[in-house]
């Protein structure tokens, strides 16, 4: 399967219209951003490690019932998915306080919550990602009611799968974003999940080993995601 037509451009990935027309090329590349776009960077060898990563990942997820939008791995920056459409809403799964929870409530960063947080964002970029509720996400028509319970569902049992999943490798799964897209299916978990949408820490020495490390300038960047690349893909 070869790309053809570039038909989005987004801050970290590409994607590709293929021969078939129910399939797309996501294109994984290095480029960072952060705060909304306000920071821009390169991270080294990210796309390589987030397509792999984010592939691994989709295929555990697949071989427990969860449908994805993952087709397979092209090569080392590349996979084929199937086209859906994206629900405008970042979904933030939260094991423990950190980012803008710790911000929004005062929490101290590494306090672990004593229940799944799911929260809800409309993802705009031109608003920043405001925060929603249950109830803007009905009324204004950005998913219905349905489709709120299934992603609700869905997010917790990817949470369930994960989080063991995560501390087998000896990693934190302290909190991350997930998209889903609509699809002949049924709604499909979408987007990626890899250092760039997840705040992934050391389980010993609570270590940050994500985007973290660029948002912060906490350095050794590129060695964050390439712990991330051994513990999961190596
Ligand atoms: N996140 C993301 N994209 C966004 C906003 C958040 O991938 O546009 C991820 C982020 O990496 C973190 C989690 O969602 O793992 C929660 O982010 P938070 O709300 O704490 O915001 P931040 O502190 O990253 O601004």
Same mark, same amino acid.
């Given at each position: 399967?070869?790309?053809?037509?570039?038909?989005?451009?987004?801050?970290?990935?590409? %994607?590709?219209? #293929?021969?078939?027309?129910?399939?797309?090329?996501?294109?994984?590349?290095?480029?960072? #951003? @952060?705060?909304? @776009?306000?920071?821009? +960077?390169?991270?080294?060898?990210?796309? !390589?490690?987030?397509?792999? =990563?984010?592939?691994?990942?989709?295929?555990? %997820?697949?071989?427990?019932?969860?449908?994805?939008?993952?087709?397979?791995?092209?090569?080392?920056?590349?996979?084929? &998915?199937?086209? =859906?459409?994206?629900?405008?809403?970042?979904? !933030? &799964?939260?094991?423990?306080?950190?980012?803008?929870?710790?911000?929004?409530?005062?929490?101290?960063?590494?306090? /672990?919550?004593?229940?799944?947080?799911?929260?809800?964002?409309?993802?705009?970029? *031109?608003?920043?990602?405001?925060?929603?509720?249950?109830?803007? &996400?009905?009324?204004?028509?950005? *998913?219905?009611?349905?489709?709120? @319970?299934?992603?609700? #569902?869905? *997010?917790?049992? !990817?949470?369930?799968?994960?989080?063991?999943?995560?501390?087998?490798?000896?990693? %934190?799964? !302290?909190?991350?974003?997930?998209?889903? +897209?609509?699809?002949?299916?049924?709604?499909?978990?979408?987007?990626?999940?890899?250092?760039?949408?997840?705040? %992934?820490?050391?389980?010993? #020495?609570?270590?940050?080993?994500? /985007?973290?490390?660029?948002?912060?300038?906490? +350095?050794?960047?590129?060695?964050?995601?390439?712990?991330?690349?051994?513990? =999961?893909? +190596?």
């Amino acid at each position: 399967m070869k790309a053809s037509e570039k038909i989005y451009e987004g801050k970290a990935k590409i %994607l590709y219209r #293929t021969e078939d027309p129910n399939l797309l090329i996501q294109y994984f590349k290095d480029d960072a #951003t @952060a705060f909304n @776009a306000q920071k821009k +960077g390169t991270i080294q060898n990210k796309g !390589v490690v987030n397509c792999a =990563v984010s592939s691994v990942i989709f295929e555990f %997820l697949e071989t427990k019932g969860i449908k994805t939008h993952f087709v397979k791995k092209l090569d080392d920056r590349q996979m084929l &998915i199937k086209k =859906v459409e994206i629900i405008p809403l970042e979904v !933030v &799964i939260r094991n423990y306080v950190a980012g803008s929870l710790a911000k929004r409530t005062g929490k101290p960063e590494g306090e /672990k919550l004593p229940e799944t947080l799911v929260e809800w964002y409309y993802k705009d970029d *031109a608003l920043g990602d405001p925060m929603v509720t249950k109830d803007h &996400i009905r009324i204004f028509k950005l *998913a219905t009611n349905d489709e709120i @319970a299934k992603v609700e #569902t869905l *997010a917790k049992k !990817v949470n369930d799968l994960l989080v063991p999943y995560f501390e087998q490798r000896e990693i %934190l799964l !302290v909190d991350y974003k997930l998209e889903f +897209g609509r699809h002949p299916e049924g709604i499909l978990l979408a987007d990626e999940i890899t250092p760039d949408g997840c705040r %992934l820490w050391d389980a010993k #020495t609570r270590e940050k080993m994500d /985007k973290d490390r660029f948002r912060f300038d906490l +350095g050794k960047v590129e060695e964050g995601y390439k712990q991330i690349y051994e513990r =999961v893909v +190596g």
